[in-house]
Every structure is written in structure tokens, then in C-alpha cells.
Nanobody
Framework: QVQLKESGGGSAQAGGSQRLSCEAS????????IGWYRQAPGAQRELVAA??????TEYADSVKGRFTISRDYVRSWFLEMNSLKPEDTAVYYC????????????WGQGTQVTVSS
């Protein structure tokens, strides 16, 4: 019904910047939650940034002041990553939830971000 696809992953140097994009396709729905998660090898998946309830932005403490989430209100949302650190190395996933009870969700395939020191 709804498909998500990330783009923009790759390698970067510590202190550099990178921009990720997520594009939604398929049936038009109202998303109640859109955002980005990441998962490093051997670690649990964690929330990075999101537009949550009421469109209020949320950020993980580890990325506050460095990452910014934005949207075009149509089919795409973005993650601007600045002042990158090696600890930011992970697979990044875009995610969305919808439905009256948030009973539906979709994940992108993931995109690798590697930050070297």
C-alpha cells in the first residue's frame, strides 16, 4: 500500500555533512508519524529524529544541535546531518505510521552512512 525508499547514504569525514532523503509512494494516506531511525552493528535500532504528535519534532540526545529533520508535506522527508562523528556510523531507516490507532507502518530498506575519523 505504501512504500518508502531512502537515498543519500554514503561515506563522510568526521565534521562533515550529509543529507538523507525518504520518498513515500503508493496509496495517499495521512502520516501521524514520520522520521528516521538508525542501527549500528551489534546495537539496537534507535530513533534519530521525527515529526511526532502534532508535528512536533523529536531528536535523540546524541544528535540534538547537529541533525535537522524537514519535510515537503507531500511525499518526502529529509535528514540534514552536520558535524558528523564516527559514532553516527549506522544503517539509517526512514519510517512512517498511520491509521486511526497508528496500526499501520512502513520502513524503508535502509541506507548505510559511514563516518571516518
Amino acid at each position: 500500500q505504501v512504500q518508502l525508499k531512502e537515498s543519500g547514504g554514503g561515506s563522510a569525514q568526521a565534521g562533515g555533512s550529509q543529507r538523507l532523503s525518504c520518498e513515500a509512494s503508493g496509496t495517499s494516506v495521512y502520516f501521524t508519524f514520520i522520521g528516521w531511525y538508525r542501527q549500528a552493528p551489534g546495537a539496537q535500532r534507535e530513533l534519530v529524529a521525527a515529526f511526532g504528535k502534532g508535528g512536533v519534532t523529536e531528536y535523540a540526545d546524541s544528535v540534538k544541535g547537529r541533525f535537522t529533520i524537514s519535510r515537503d508535506y507531500v511525499r518526502s522527508w529529509f535528514l540534514e546531518m552536520n558535524s558528523l562523528k564516527p559514532e553516527d556510523t549506522a544503517v539509517y531507516y526512514c519510517h512512517a505510521r498511520w491509521g486511526g490507532l497508528d496500526q499501520y507502518n512502513s520502513w524503508g530498506q535502509g541506507t548505510q552512512v559511514t563516518v571516518s575519523s
